[in-house]
């Protein structure tokens, strides 16, 4: 069974940082996207951000691109997503999530992805 559990979430003053973390289990497929989303109240899910599974690929939303950084830990199983720089609009329940995937361009479509941990809250205020 496919586990994915966030932690890292918090509340930070605007221009902090916090480090997500997402722990893997069960998860079946050796050529993998992980993935980073969000979702503030009233708004859709969003993707952040996604690394493929050999680690050489790395995709960003514009938003957050130069704060936001996506890593990995093979060896933990576990994906990172390290934010620099936190504005208020950055305020959201963050998801971590899975996909087994073929290609080494990960793409941040939610439908996209079919594993999903329960998520973690950040919340940043001004």
């Known amino acids: 069974q496919v586990q994915l559990v966030e932690s890292g979430g918090g509340s930070v003053q605007a221009g902090g940082s916090l480090r997500l973390s997402c722990a893997a289990s069960?998860?079946?497929?050796?050529?993998?996207?992980m993935g980073w989303f969000r979702q503030a109240p009233g708004k859709e899910r969003e993707g952040v951000a996604a690394?493929?599974?050999?680690?050489?690929?790395?995709t960003y939303a514009d938003s957050v691109k130069g704060r936001f950084t996506i890593s990995q830990d093979n060896a933990k199983n576990t994906v990172y997503l390290q934010m620099n720089s936190l504005k208020p609009e950055d305020t959201a329940m963050y998801y971590c999530?899975?996909?087994?995937?073929?290609?080494?361009?990960?793409?941040?479509?939610?439908?996209?992805?079919?594993?999903w941990g329960q998520g973690t809250q950040v919340t940043v205020s001004s």
């Open positions: 999530a899975a996909v087994g995937w073929l290609g080494e361009i990960c793409r941040l479509v939610k439908d996209e992805y079919n594993y």
């Open positions: 069960g998860y079946p497929y050796s050529s993998h996207c």
């Open positions: 690394i493929y599974s050999s680690g050489r690929s790395t």
